[in-house]
């Protein structure tokens, strides 16, 4: 049987590998000065991060509609697929889920919808999983997402509190960083929740703790280094963990400037990565 993979832009799956996998992203809307893009179709990622700080009128974000998500559906299985696997952000983080759960009910149960618990390449890599799973049945994708979803781990050092504390997704110990002035939050993605990992003062402390934790986490089959329009940044931290703990990296390593629709609430400057790690 043949499964069609569809996910959202939050999924930030570099585009060759979309095209070359035949996964279906629903773009999400950012919301600038009144006007609607599509996320990745609007601004360039470094554009949007250059002009973030300077907002003044902060960006929102919105989720895709019912019927964007119902096209995708019926344009595999108009091509063949037998079921579709819907693989999104996660839904205490984001309605889009929800949208296409929505959707979904319209196909008389040939789409399953599965909740990443997850953002960025954490959901990424669950989808890249499924669409890679040796068997092409629903059965070998949904076994891919759990393996992939219980070894990974979403980490990142934020520039600033203010842009998580005003997207309103964030509490407790995490809320309570936002009082805290010229801090760098550490945080971590994990069952659908952000969680505060720490405190530094300085991007350097920031990197450090971050290497800190690859280096702990032993061999790993995927990682992607994530951020928000510090590419200069990004690259100077994998060239530090390639040379410190180049033995348990993955051949291939991403480099990602999250989407826009991630990066209107975890603000510029922000520095992560996603981690599978090795069976």
């Known amino acids: 049987m043949k499964t069609g993979i569809v996910t959202d832009s939050t999924c ?35 554009e949007f991060y250059k002009l973030l700080p300077n907002l003044k009128i902060p ?23 037998d079921h579709i ?6 839904g205490t983080l984001t309605t889009i889920l929800n949208t296409a759960r929505r959707a979904a009910q319209e196909f008389d149960g040939r789409i399953v919808v599965v909740d990443s618990l997850s953002l960025s390449l954490g959901l990424g890599f669950q989808v890249l999983a499924a669409a890679e799973a040796e068997e092409p049945s629903l059965e070998a994708a949904l076994a891919a997402i759990e393996s992939t979803r219980r070894r990974l781990q979403l980490f990142a050092a934020l520039d600033s509190m203010e842009y998580v504390r005003r997207s309103g997704r964030v ?59 510090a590419e200069a940044r990004a690259r100077e931290f994998l060239i530090r963990i390639m040379s410190e703990v180049s033995q348990s990296l993955p051949r291939e390593i991403l480099m990602i400037n999250a989407t826009t629709v991630i990066g209107a609430h975890i603000g510029p400057n922000g520095l992560g990565f996603a981690a599978i790690r090795s069976e």
């Open 85 to 90: 696997l819907s693989i999104h952000a996660a």
């Open 171 to 229: 509490q407790g110990a995490l809320a309570l960083l936002g009082s805290l002035l010229n801090v760098k939050p550490l945080i971590e993605v994990s069952n659908g929740e952000v969680k505060a990992s720490g405190v530094v003062r300085t991007t350097r402390q920031a990197n450090e703790r971050m290497a800190a934790f690859l280096k702990s986490a032993g061999r790993l089959e995927r990682l992607a280094i994530l951020h928000t329009g």
């Open 59 to 81: 960006p929102t974000t919105s989720t895709p509609s019912m019927g964007e998500f119902a096209r995708r559906y019926q344009k595999l299985l108009n091509e063949g697929c």
């Open 12 to 46: 930030d799956i570099p585009q060759y590998l979309v095209e070359k996998l035949g996964i279906e992203v629903v773009p999400s809307i950012l919301i600038l000065d009144g006007k609607e893009y599509a996320d990745g179709g609007g601004f360039a990622g470094d």
